[in-house]
């Protein structure tokens, strides 16, 4: 049975900074891209970054030059650093991982692509 399980969300001040990461278990995703979503109270479920091609990323506007993911083949982990976080970067933090290889023709910024999903890290930063 495949797992994601994240971690490392936590209450932070403005500027401050977070690392989630996000254990696979029941196979392995090196071949697989990997993404972190997020959702916010009452918004929708939105993409915040993704990892394919062992380490091509992708992400946000929003957050460039303040979040990166890597991840961790050995350790089958996703990461996602985060720094300067805003107020506005408070949400619910998932990882997903699609169960097939990189496609080129695939928006991996949409949920549909992506095959397993983890239950969610609380990240709130307070003003």
């Known amino acids: 049975q495949v797992q994601l399980v994240e971690s490392g969300g936590g209450l932070v001040q403005a500027g401050g900074s977070l690392r989630l990461s996000c254990a696979a278990s029941?196979?392995?995703?090196?071949?697989?891209?990997m993404a972190w979503f997020r959702q916010a109270l009452g918004k929708e479920r939105e993409f915040v970054a993704t990892?394919?091609?062992?380490?091509?990323?992708y992400y946000r506007d929003s957050v460039k030059g303040r979040f990166t993911i890597s991840r961790d083949g050995d350790k089958n982990t996703l990461y996602l650093q985060m720094s300067s976080l805003k107020p506005e970067d408070t949400a619910v933090y998932y990882c997903a991982a699609d169960g097939d290889e990189f496609e080129s023709l695939v928006d991996y910024s949409q949920t549909s692509p992506y095959d397993y999903w983890g239950h969610g890290t609380q990240v709130t930063v307070s003003s």
């Open positions: 029941g196979r392995t995703f090196s071949r697989s891209p």
């Open positions: 990892i394919y091609w062992g380490s091509r990323t």
